[in-house]
């Protein structure tokens, strides 16, 4: 009887140890490793968050694409409102009307970028970071430092903000992953600053 009690007391040690070990694989595939800005709001996660750098200090007057993904984890759509670099950037673009995440959806995460912070007011190298504000709808405010990473092999893959001088269209529905034809350019507006800033 021991004998028995000893085996089973065994196995449920094993099946509790895998079952820790599969928690950790979930959220470690769900929340990988990255180079990027990271930060969890109530029902939407923000993952690597980043901007591509130059080999040389950027000057004022340079755009740069903020690229990163955005997993909305409730059941409702939420929108990112505004991006506030606190004036190293004369402004942050959207897609006209905001970035639309689709509950239980995921936005972003590809080689398009998600915002573009225009005007540099000051010279700007890579290997630091910047504080950044993002406002939502839904989730509400959160202010994180996004690296500049250096350009690099993978890194020029990545596409610029497309057609970053568009003139004014109609707002289109967004999709749930920002899907562009070559030449196409999405509809953008300058962000508004969060009140106080």
Do not use: H
Not at 128 to 137: A, E, M, W
Not at 148 to 161: A, D, E, F, H, V
């Amino acid at each position: 009887m021991r004998a028995i009690l000893a085996a089973l007391c065994v196995a449920a040690a094993a099946v509790t140890a895998a079952c820790g070990d599969i928690k950790q694989d979930y959220y470690t595939q769900t929340m990988p490793q990255n180079e990027g800005a990271n930060v969890n709001l109530p029902g939407l996660l923000l993952r690597n968050a980043f901007i591509i750098g130059s080999q040389q200090p950027a000057a004022p007057g340079t755009d740069m694409p903020m690229y990163m993904m955005l997993l909305n984890e409730s059941g409702a759509a939420d929108r990112l409102l505004s991006v506030d670099t606190g004036g190293l950037f004369r402004e942050a673009r959207l897609p006209a009307g905001g970035l639309e995440i689709p509950g239980g959806r995921y936005v972003g995460g590809t080689a398009l970028p998600q915002v573009l912070l225009a005007g540099l007011t000051r010279p700007l190298g890579s290997g630091g970071t910047i504080p950044v504000t993002f406002r939502f709808q839904n989730a509400g405010t959160a202010r994180v430092d996004v690296p500049i990473l250096p350009p690099g092999t993978w890194r020029s893959t990545y596409s610029p903000w497309p057609g970053t001088s568009p003139s004014p269209s109609p707002a289109v529905s967004p999709s749930p992953s920002p899907a562009l034809s070559p030449g196409s350019s999405p509809p953008v507006s300058p962000s508004p600053s969060p009140a106080g800033s």
